[in-house]
């Protein structure tokens, strides 16, 4: 008789972040990590409100637009939220894509590896590859801005465009950049 041995693989499984936004899901989650991570999650959307509110401003200061600190405050929330979708865009292109060519070793060892994985700015590949991230998030929240969140600031279509250009420069998700070698 001949017994066979059978292998059981336990892949490394991430918690979803999608459960974690979820409301319900908050007052376990303070539980279990305490109030430091509250802290920064609020730090952060702080944070990114301040510097959304700081290129508006200055956006349409620079444009002399009249009332711009009432235009501003009016749009900041939608500014903030859809820069946090058009950086969530971008990531999750970034995440994905490399699920298409799953199969290349080239493509592990020359993007996906130093991208992900150890010091970018090993390969022009991975350079090349979390630029077009960047690119991504720029245009989305060129799009957003100019499209839906500026619309309740009431400005003419050129100072519309190039607050909504300021914002993609001045907010794009440059830290795509920083090597994940620095982080662990």
């Known amino acids: 008789m001949v017994v066979q041995k059978r292998s059981v693989v336990m ?3 991430i918690f979803p972040i999608w459960f974690m936004l979820s409301p319900l899901f908050w007052p376990p989650l303070a539980f279990m990590v305490g109030p430091f991570v509250l802290m920064i999650v609020f730090v952060v959307i702080f944070g ?3 510097v959304d509110w700081l290129v ?3 956006a349409m200061h620079w444009q002399k637009i009249e009332n711009a600190k009432e235009k501003a405050a009016a749009v ?9 979708a058009a950086d969530t865009i971008a990531g999750l292109a970034l995440m994905f894509a490399p699920r298409l060519f799953s199969d290349s070793d080239w493509f592990y060892q020359n993007v996906e590896r130093p991208a992900f994985y150890g010091n970018l700015f090993e390969s022009v590949w991975a350079v090349l590859y979390v630029s077009a991230g960047i690119l991504i998030a720029a245009v989305a ?3 957003f801005n100019r499209f839906y969140c500026l619309k309740r600031a009431n400005l003419t279509l050129r ?3 190039l607050t909504a250009l300021a914002l993609a ?3 794009a ?3 795509f950049l920083l090597p994940t070698s620095l982080l662990y």
């Open 159 to 161: 100072q519309t465009r």
């Open 56 to 58: 508006v401003r200055l």
């Open 76 to 84: 900041l929330w939608r500014v903030c939220l859809c820069g946090f």
């Open 141 to 143: 929240i060129y799009c």
């Open 173 to 175: 998700p440059w830290l």
């Open 11 to 13: 892949y490394n499984m």
């Open 169 to 171: 420069v001045l907010t």
């Open 48 to 50: 990114n409100l301040g």
